[in-house]
């Protein structure tokens, strides 16, 4: 069976794996390329990569709107329940879990990860998702890490990769990224939303053309691919 992958604008990203709705990232208020309005995205699941405010987004909202179950670091879900929200599933860098939806193990990301109101939000992560026989990797927010290499062995179907630099990789080291992750598919994210991270994608998309095997994807906020 196929994965719907649908980018709704910054690092916020829908996945639709059978009945089960993925949502990653969910900042929506606030995100001027939003694709959706909190009110109108219905997840199951709620994966956040790190503490800051444009990643942690709406998903306090959403999750008691929905009850979808909040995915992410221990302290991020600490911080959940902290707000009153129980439904929650810690886990930490390495480790992985099998989920009705798949099995999600968090991946090392360079970046920080203070949640909205200072509290610490412990170490940013990236996401890489087994399920439907695919191999999925969502890097969050993060600087080029070698050891990327390790992440792409066994065969990526798809990256998601930050390429507005200034805050992450920028469009070279996201190249650099691409070479070391070797997936099959890669669709640029993090870029456009504020002033210092724009970029031009089709451009990016070009030297992803050029220089490697990977089938570069632009989306538009809204748009999806599948996997
Ligand atoms: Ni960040
Ligand atoms: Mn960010």
């Not at 690092?11 to 794996?17: D, M």
């Not at 990769?161 to 996201?174: E, H, R, V, Y």
């Not at 724009?198 to 030297?207: G, K």
Request: glycine share 14%; with cysteine.
């Amino acid at each position: 069976m196929s994965i719907t992958v649908t980018w709704y604008g910054h690092a916020c990203i829908g996945l639709e794996v059978g009945e089960h709705r993925l949502l990653v990232d969910p900042f929506l208020t606030g995100n001027a390329l939003a694709a959706v309005s909190p009110s109108d995205v219905n997840p199951t699941d709620i994966l956040i990569t790190h503490g800051h405010g444009d990643h942690v987004g709406d998903g306090l909202e959403i999750a008691q709107r929905t009850g979808a179950l909040i995915i992410s670091n221990f302290e991020i879900t600490s911080w959940f329940q902290a707000q009153g929200y129980e439904n929650v599933h810690p886990q930490h860098i390495g480790g992985g879990f099998r989920y009705p939806f798949g099995y999600l193990k968090l991946t090392i990301a360079h970046h920080g990860s203070a949640l909205p109101d200072g509290s610490y939000g412990g170490a940013p992560c990236g996401f890489l998702l087994e399920t439907e026989g695919k191999r999925l990797y969502l890097a969050g927010d993060t600087g080029l890490f070698y050891d990327m290499k390790l992440i792409g062995e066994g065969g990526l179907d798809l990256a998601m990769l930050p390429i507005g630099d200034n805050f992450t990789m920028g469009p070279d080291d996201a190249l650099r990224a691409v070479e070391l992750l070797q997936p099959r598919l890669v669709v640029p994210i993090h870029y456009d939303t504020f002033d210092v991270i724009h970029q031009d994608p089709e451009a990016w998309a070009e030297r992803v053309k050029a220089g490697t095997e990977a089938e570069p994807v632009v989306l538009k906020p809204g748009g999806s691919l599948t996997v």
